[in-house]
């Protein structure tokens, strides 16, 4: 079935770095995509979002970019920092009412040296 | 606000017990509350998704009878593990949408760690 995957399980920064994970998704009708910072024992936090007519979206400190070309999506972020160590995941869901899940993808751990 | 709650965080049984697990969200009333499984260093699996009022749609390879749910109201699904094994041993979180800042968002849990002896 269709899926959404990493490219790498790990990344690993010095503190003030720019981080750069990346994420590849087989299903072209998806409308959105989610990344999501998971901490060791917590459950999934929201980052940042982007809808599929968009190629570029940014947060504080976090941006995301979307290439629909070759189905690949990834979420930079600037001056990395400690806390930013966990698993990130990259998430694609449709609009379908209310209530349509999120396919995820395989994770990639960050760790932040200081 | 979007505040999702599961209870508890923690649960240690033994083989052959039932465990309930409680999902509620806090601030907003969730038509559709979904029910994931993540295996230690595994990407989150869907396991089922529950709209308010109606059964429970499993996703393939997901035994309904063993993992059963309940959406009794807009703020609460409860996921039963019923005659649980090791195996079943696994981090289960929720996520609920249909009433938050966006209905179409998820907000997640903080999940819930079942260990069976």
């Known amino acids: 079935g269709e899926s959404v995957g990493l490219h790498l399980p790990t990344l690993s920064v010095q503190e003030g770095d720019n981080s750069i994970i990346n994420c590849a998704y087989s299903n072209s009708a998806s409308d959105y995509f989610i990344w999501y910072k998971q901490e060791s024992g917590k459950g999934p936090q929201f980052i940042i979002d982007?809808?599929?007519?968009?190629d570029k979206r940014q947060g504080q400190r976090v941006t995301v970019l979307l290439n629909k070309t070759v189905k690949h999506l990834s979420l930079q972020i600037a001056a990395t920092q400690p806390g930013d160590s966990a698993v990130y995941f990259c998430?694609?869901?449709?609009?379908?009412?209310?209530?349509?899940?999120?396919?995820f993808g395989k994770g990639t751990t960050l760790s932040v040296s200081s | 606000g979007a505040v999702v709650s599961q209870h508890p965080s923690r649960v240690i049984c033994k083989s052959g017990t039932s465990v309930k697990i409680e999902c509620r969200s806090l601030?907003?009333?969730?038509?559709?509350m979904f029910w994931y499984r993540q295996f230690p260093k595994k990407s989150l699996m869907l396991m089922a998704t529950?709209?308010?009022?109606?059964?429970?749609?499993?996703e393939q390879g997901v035994e309904k009878d063993k993992f059963l749910i309940n959406h009794a109201s807009l703020t609460l699904s409860t996921l039963t593990v019923t005659s649980a094994h090791p195996e079943d041993s696994s981090f289960y979180i929720c996520?609920?949408?249909?009433?938050?800042?966006?209905?179409?968002?998820?907000?997640f849990g903080p999940g819930t760690r079942l260990t069976v002896t």
């Open positions: 996520s609920a949408s249909g009433g938050g800042p966006s209905i179409y968002e998820q907000y």
């Open positions: 601030d907003f009333q969730a038509t559709t």
């Open positions: 998430a694609e869901g449709t609009y379908n009412q209310a209530g349509t899940a999120l396919i």
């Open positions: 982007i809808r599929s007519n968009m």
């Open positions: 529950s709209n308010e009022g109606s059964k429970a749609t499993y």
